[in-house]
């Protein structure tokens, strides 16, 4: 009678916490459900929404977590209530959870998977969006120096005459003038042209689509003519490492190619004789390329980022199958994004846009 009575009064007990077993197992299943919605959320979202749905699908990841152990725990109780005569059921219980287990990393696998394509894709579109703005070397020149608008401006907005690298990087030497800067009417040792960033000439739509005003003086550099020619045909690259306020702070590299050329004064006639500066002690030496390789400057106010990040594409497309090619400014977006105030419309936004363009073509489109 006693035994009768002790398993009467267990029963009920036993049937509340298999009740609260039940309950949490559709909990857990309720809260996999909404971590997998976020999760799909989180993948169509545009790119300015993506931190807020990362958020949600992290609290939901929490959620299916504290799930997990409010289940574990109701399953111990029962398993205590139930004793070795109720080995079977729980066994049976436990099959079920290792089924849904495996079911659930299926669908983290097949989840992975579907991120990874999405990611392949971007960078498809990416690709396909930069080559469409790629820049090519130019050969001819036609830089101009104390003469033009565009060179007034140029200097207007630089607030000097002098090449900006060099007054930087040497502004010691600015007394060793050679003597036929003094015909010319120059007033710096490292007389500047103005060159386009992004070339005048056949260039026109990308200051239509990209909003990047080709004749703007943020377009432009002030450089030594050697400077500029070789900057214009990609074989040296500005890259940002830094900002402080209004002024950005640029590092060179040179490609491997140029690096033992010396850097030369060209005068408006062709002729030309070496650039000397101060690399040690008291006496001049010709400055080579590789002098420059790796040095950094700060220029204020800054250039257009955006057209010196398709510059410095141009270069590493024509240099990226050296021994030691330039970088790859794809792989340095940050460097640039943190330094332009208006990356997220020149890149995040087009591609963005671009994306909408080929989803939009592929709805409309008849089977």
Not at 73 to 100: N, Y
């Amino acid at each position: 009678m006693e035994e009768d009575a002790g398993r009467s009064s267990e029963s009920p007990r036993l049937k509340q916490a298999q009740a609260e077993l039940k309950e949490a197992q559709a909990e857990l299943k309720e809260a996999q459900a909404e971590l997998q919605k976020a999760q799909n959320a989180w993948l169509s979202a545009a790119d300015k929404d993506k931190d807020i749905h990362e958020n949600i699908v992290q609290s939901a990841e929490r959620n299916v977590q504290s799930a997990e152990r409010m289940r574990d725990a109701r399953l111990d109780a029962v398993k205590q209530m139930q004793g070795t005569s109720a080995q079977s059921s729980e066994h049976i219980l436990v099959k079920k959870l290792d089924e849904l287990k495996e079911q659930w990393a299926e669908k983290q696998e097949q989840l992975a998977e579907t991120l990874e394509q999405v990611a392949k894709n971007e960078a498809l579109l990416m690709e396909a969006f930069l080559n469409r703005f790629t820049l090519t070397p130019v050969s001819h020149y036609s830089s101009t120096t104390l003469d033009g608008e565009w060179h007034r401006n140029a200097v207007e907005y630089y607030n000097t005459k002098s090449c900006l690298v060099l007054q930087k990087l040497f502004p010691e030497d600015f007394r060793a003038r050679p003597r036929w800067l003094y015909a010319t009417g120059w007033e710096s040792t490292f007389p500047a042209v103005a060159e386009h960033i992004i070339p005048k000439k056949g260039w026109q739509f990308v200051q239509n689509e990209l909003g990047i005003q080709i004749d703007s003086a943020r377009n432009s550099l002030l450089l030594l003519r050697h400077l500029e020619h070789t900057f214009q045909d990609g074989d040296w690259s500005l890259i940002p490492v830094g900002r402080d306020g209004g002024a950005v702070n640029f590092k060179i590299y040179v490609s491997q190619e140029l690096k033992e050329t010396t850097v030369n004064y060209i005068d408006r006639n062709g002729g030309s004789e070496p650039v000397v500066v101060k690399k040690a002690g008291p006496k001049l030496k010709p400055l080579k390329f590789r002098d420059l390789h790796e040095r950094d400057f700060w220029i204020q106010p800054p250039p257009f980022l955006r057209a010196l990040f398709l510059k410095a594409r141009m270069a590493w497309q024509k240099h990226k199958e050296d021994d030691q090619p330039l970088p790859d400014p794809v792989q340095l977006t940050n460097a640039f994004s943190e330094s332009c105030d208006k990356w997220n419309d020149f890149m995040v936004g087009r591609l963005l846009s671009s994306i909408k363009q080929q989803k939009t073509a592929g709805e409309t489109q008849s089977p």
